[in-house]
């Protein structure tokens, strides 16, 4: 039957308001009301979380609503957590102060501090939540915490394999039995979701050397009674191996050849079956068809089993896949970040076929330019179901560095900085730095301007002006260096980067001493202007290169001066370097080899401001190498014409957790420098033989030193921070070593 | 050194086109053969228009459109197609695009505020040299 | 480095009037709205079923507000619409909830995200709270974010347009035309779509889109422009003052767009 109601009466409301619980009922004056529309104000009340109980009674001409209020949350406390802080329990739990209680949101949050004990690997932990009226209407909330003992894994042990032993097997998983360092080791407390990863890891494991089948059957734990130890077992079955079977390059789309997707192939018939090596292989195919311009091309393997001789066939076939479409490419979260500085990392444009390979290639390169803590691109649907919308969501981080303060040299020893850095200048993605060193032996000032795209290309156009002084600096002898190096930068093939530029600057050898420096410095004393033209080659594989985790990097590059200027000479430098990752990607090893000769033109002579010093070799100082002019008092070093230097060097982890950051490193560097223009050394005032050679002459010779020795990594909030100890194997007894240097780890 | 080749926007295959038949198709049947297109008219039932074309990098050039292609379908108002035409990179003008922008009151970030906003955070780069 | 205070009287003795005049005095005299804000969420946790308590939540998302702490404020406006909604003041409340995201754009003024997020709010006070003092500025407020997200539009609709992405542009053009009319931006976008279909060489549609805009906007600078382009007598190859290093300048260190 239908009521109708002149008048509502509200009763037991003491915090929430009439009006409020009558919008919550949604009743209107004198409006007729069905007994289910009646039902509905109930539930909605009762829906809105407030009230512990809810009465609608209809008397007469007026429907008198009673409630009872849920009361309010005074405080919430913690006793009895040591491992973990208040304020990460706090964000755990939903209950806050000044909030309504409710019971059951009460019981949710002590589970919540539950699960997060037993995720720290405290299965016994207990949580017991007491509430404590205060008065009618506010309780407070206490949740009572006992953490119980850490839960740590006594054996790990393995059934059904037979390939690889149990030993071998321990290695794979993240989760390690508890040995001696049980306190320190993180890894072997026992974390539910934990197994679940090294499930993975071993799947991963066993896949990655041929067996197809494998299974992780089930996970067997049981656990001591006072909770504290647990025994897993892991209950496996390994299949059998595969190799390689047929493998073919098939294509399915008319007028194209499988020829050229053949050569990208990286699988041979015979070989440990692999999924990597498949991937690799996709991979390489496609980027063969983005470099032919095909769009809308997929690359499907369509795998063969054949039992009896444990082999797969592959087919790599290239087939057409869906035609679909970039709609739109919206971009969100750049604050500073100018639109077109994220936009033009892609090379597709709105309306372009949609090419996944591309926009991946797009979204590394944004997260290369370093602005982004976090940049995530993927795909929604777009209008139409061959649309696609491309959307980059980025959270900037802070790229410039502003400071005044002491730096501190190894070799150079405590100085003033201060300098100004910014590498998303106004938002524009151009790099601006102005920076002024001062120590006791050197000063300089630099500043550098880089607008990456000039004139909307991909073209970087780069100023840099610098002021240099040092003032015996490990020799006794000073130098002033100044110069302007604008330059162009831009791609001139796939990988392949060209660098034109030109450098004018002053060069200026001063206050030599004269009573015990050598002949050849006092005849190179004195100021002179420089105007050289420079171009350098660089190749870079690394990141776009077809071998997925190492590449090649090389740079070649001359500068030219004499068209002005007092000096008249070719400077060529010339960098080789490999890289690649072994032992499963978890160890990278590189191998560099850097040369440098400096041909004096015209008649002229080398100046020490110009030769090299190979301060680049480890384990010696800045200037600690080459030749030096023994039969005077200071022994100055005199650089020389060219220098040689190579560097091998290996990065691994030190099973220390990721989260520290620290890896180490061992290295060998073996290089020279030598060649010198003018070899009479002696004093300027005569020769006076002091190492009893029989002549001045300067030993100018190639004479090969080598150093060894560790580096430890350690990314730190403020960069990424090198430490190297290293010890001189092969040395000139004049050579000055250099045991120990910190310096900014670049990752190349 | 080498060019590095480029093509953007999509226009349909010959053999496609020729399934098209003037007078008959409409918009629907003309979206399922050959896709919907790369952009339309201004009007509701202005044309639709499908350009592809080919881009040439070289070295420090600005990037040259080296081919354009432009399908143009253009519909009566029963929005059955009109006329197909074809249009290349000759047909186009060249514009001197209009400097002028309209002012849209977003401040950007200004020299002063980047340069105190990164007071205090620091890079070992300056400290190690 | 503040002067050390003289001893404060429990907050817990003061009756919720007092503690809300002293949030008052803390954010209207002393200028400290952090302060304030905290004060005024101890009214609420002390006596929270007072009226005090209700004026003392949208004081609270006020103060925070003042205090550029969006995120709270944002919260303590919710909080008083969830428990208030038939109050008076919940315009207020929904109001300064939109203000939140709105007062964010200045600062930042190109996060797109931002902007759609105020849009909604605002269109939440407006729906819900028509006739409320705060309707009439939300509107405003509106047609400022909505002139925003046109902006952000021609900006990368110029982006594609400048690298001669045609049918790129055309796109982002179309969508300002048909999608935010009513913006300041709707003349300009007309205009680009007459240089971007004159560049494809279609000319019927650059004249159709230069009708429009001489139907609509005849006293525009930008009808000017594309009555030139249309009849022939082009912009000058060289517009005045425009040497190839006036464009370096231009783009380089001014950061302008051509």
């Not at chain 1, 755990?92 to 002590?110: K, M």
């Not at chain 1, 030219?560 to 200027?565: M, N, S």
């Not at chain 2, 029963?78 to 977003?106: A, H, K, P, W």
Request: hydrophobic share 35%.
């Amino acid at each position: 039957q239908t009521y109708s109601f002149s008048d509502v009466q509200i009763e037991g409301n003491s915090r929430i308001d009439g009006g409020t619980i009558l919008s919550y009922a949604g009743i209107a004056r004198g409006e007729a009301v069905s007994a289910g529309a009646l039902n509905d104000a109930y539930q909605r009340i009762l829906a809105s979380g407030q009230f512990e109980t809810v009465e609608l009674v209809p008397t007469g001409g007026t429907l008198v609503i009673r409630v009872t209020e849920y009361p309010t949350v005074n405080v919430v406390d913690f006793e009895g957590n040591a491992r973990i802080k208040d304020e990460q329990l706090s964000s755990v739990v939903q209950t806050t102060a000044r909030r309504v209680f409710s019971p059951q949101q009460v019981e949710a949050d002590a589970a919540a501090i539950a699960s997060a004990y037993a995720g720290g690997g405290r299965v016994a932990a207990r949580v017991e939540p007491k509430v404590i009226r205060r008065d009618a209407d506010t309780v407070d909330v206490v949740f009572e915490i006992s953490e119980g003992r850490l839960s740590e894994i006594e054996r790990l042990s393995f059934t059904g394999n037979r390939a690889f032993s149990d030993r071998r097997l321990r290695e794979v998983l993240d989760t390690k039995q508890a040995g001696l360092l049980r306190i320190f080791v993180g890894s072997d407390t026992y974390a539910p979701d934990r197994i679940e990863a090294d499930k993975v890891l071993l799947t991963d494991f066993y896949r990655s050397r041929g067996y197809v089948d494998f299974q992780v059957l089930g996970v067997a734990s049981e656990f001591s009674r006072e909770r504290d130890a647990f025994f897993l077992t892991y209950n496996v079955q390994e299949g059998q191996s595969f190799k390689f079977g047929q493998i073919r390059t098939v294509s399915e789309v008319e007028g194209l050849s499988p020829a050229e997707f053949e050569r990208a192939v990286r699988v041979r018939s015979g070989a440990t079956y692999s999924p990597n090596a498949v991937d690799n292989t996709i991979s390489r195919m496609e980027a063969v068809a983005t470099e032919k311009g095909l769009s809308f091309v997929r690359i499907e393997p369509r795998v063969t089993r054949n039992d009896r001789t444990r082999t797969l066939d592959i087919d790599f076939v290239v087939a057409n896949g869906p035609r679909v479409f970039v709609e739109r490419i919206d971009i969100e979260g750049n604050a500073t970040t100018l639109d077109k500085v994220v936009r033009r990392q892609f090379k597709s444009v709105e309306g372009d076929p949609f090419n996944p390979r591309e926009i991946r290639e797009g979204a590394s390169r944004i997260r290369a330019l370093g602005f982004f803590s976090q940049a995530e691109v993927d795909t929604r649907p777009g209008s139409a179901q061959d649309r696609v919308i491309v959307d980059v969501n980025v959270t900037e981080q802070p790229t410039g560095s502003l400071s005044f303060g002491i730096s501190y040299g190894v070799d150079t020893g405590v100085g003033l900085a201060l300098s100004f850095s910014e590498e998303n200048f106004l938002g524009r993605g151009q790099f601006f730095s102005a920076t002024l060193n001062t120590t006791d032996s050197t000063g300089s000032s630099s500043i550098t301007f880089v607008e990456p795209a000039f004139l909307d290309r991909d073209l970087a156009a780069r100023f840099s002006a610098f002021y240099r002084i040092s003032e015996n600096d490990n020799s006794d002898y000073s130098m002033r260096l100044a110069g302007i190096e604008p330059s162009l930068e831009f791609p001139i093939a796939p990988n392949t980067r060209l660098n034109l530029g030109f450098k004018i600057g002053q060069e200026e050898l001063y206050d030599i001493e004269q009573l015990n420096s050598s002949a050849i410095l006092v005849a190179e004393e004195g100021k002179q202007d420089s105007f050289g033209l420079s171009y350098a080659l660089s190749y870079d594989n690394r990141r776009t290169g077809l071998n997925l985790n190492g590449g090649v990097r090389l740079r070649f590059g001359q500068e030219l001066y004499g068209l002005a200027g007092d000096v008249e000479a070719l400077k060529t430098t010339a960098v080789a370097t490999a890289e690649t990752k072994v032992f499963n990607e978890e160890w990278t090893v590189r191998a560099e080899i850097e040369g440098g000769a400096y041909t004096a033109l015209g008649g002229t002579q080398s100046r020490v401001t110009d030769r090299f010093f190979g301060s680049e070799m480890r384990g010696f100082e800045s200037r600690g190498i080459g030749p030096r002019d023994l039969d005077v008092e200071n022994e100055d070093p005199l650089g020389g014409n060219y220098y040689a230097v190579a560097r091998f060097e290996a990065e691994f982890p030190l099973g220390i957790p990721e989260e520290y950051g620290i890896t180490g490193g061992l290295f060998l560097d073996v290089g020279t420098v030598w060649g010198l223009d003018n070899t009479n050394g002696g004093l300027a005032s005569g020769c006076v033989d002091l190492n009893g050679d029989g002549d001045c002459q300067v030993d100018d010779e190639a004479i090969l030193r080598s150093a060894v020795g560790f580096s430890v990594f350690w990314t730190t909030p403020i960069g990424p921070l090198r430490f190297n100890f290293s010890r001189a194997l092969a040395k000139e007894d004049y050579d000055l070593e250099q045991n120990f240097d910190l310096t900014v780890s670049t990752r190349f | 050194c080498q060019p590095i080749y480029r093509s953007h926007g999509y226009v349909p295959s010959d053999s496609d086109l020729a399934m098209l038949v003037v007078g008959q198709d409409t918009r629907d049947t003309v979206g399922d053969f050959i896709g919907r297109p790369s952009s339309a008219g201004v009007l509701e039932d202005g044309g639709w228009y499908y350009v592809g074309s080919r881009w040439r990098e070289l070295g420090l050039r600005k990037p040259q459109e080296i081919s354009r292609e432009v399908v143009a379908i253009s519909f009566n108002e029963g929005g059955v197609v009109q006329n197909i035409e074809r249009f290349g990179l000759e047909d186009g003008r060249v514009v001197t695009l209009s400097r002028r922008v309209t002012d849209s009151n977003i401040k950007g970030v200004t020299f002063l505020g980047q340069l105190l906003g990164s007071i205090g955070n620091v890079n070992a780069g300056q400290f190690l040299n | 480095c503040g002067g050390g205070r003289q001893r404060e009287v429990p907050i817990e003795d003061l009756t919720a009037e007092q503690i809300y005049q002293k949030a008052e005095f803390e954010l209207e005299t002393n200028g400290e709205p952090e302060v304030a804000a905290q004060l005024f969420s101890e009214v609420e946790r002390l006596y929270p079923y007072s009226e005090w308590a209700k004026r003392a939540l949208i004081m609270q998302a006020f103060a925070f507000h003042s205090d550029r702490d969006y995120e709270n404020s944002r919260a303590a406006a919710q909080r008083y619409i969830d428990f208030y909604p038939a109050e008076e003041d919940a315009a207020y409340a929904q109001y300064l909830l939109a203000l939140s995201y709105y007062d964010q754009i200045d600062d930042i003024g190109r996060d797109q995200g931002l902007t759609f997020q105020a849009l909604q709010a605002l269109r939440v006070v407006i729906e819900q709270y028509p006739d409320s003092e705060y309707a009439r500025s939300a509107m405003l407020k509106f047609d400022l974010a909505f002139d925003h997200l046109a902006a952000k539009e021609m900006e990368i609709g110029r982006y594609y347009l400048k690298r001669g992405h045609y049918s790129a542009a055309i796109n982002r053009f179309r969508i300002v035309v048909e999608e935010f009319q009513t913006t300041t931006h709707t003349p300009e976008a007309l205009h680009r779509l007459v240089e971007s279909y004159l560049s494809l060489g279609l000319t019927d549609e650059a004249q159709t889109a230069g009708a429009i805009l001489g139907y609509n906007f005849q006293s525009t600078e930008w009808y000017q422009d594309s009555f030139k382009l249309l009849t022939g007598r082009g912009l000058s190859m060289e517009a005045k003052g425009d040497s190839w290093l006036a464009g370096v300048y231009r783009q380089v260190v001014k950061g302008a767009w051509l």
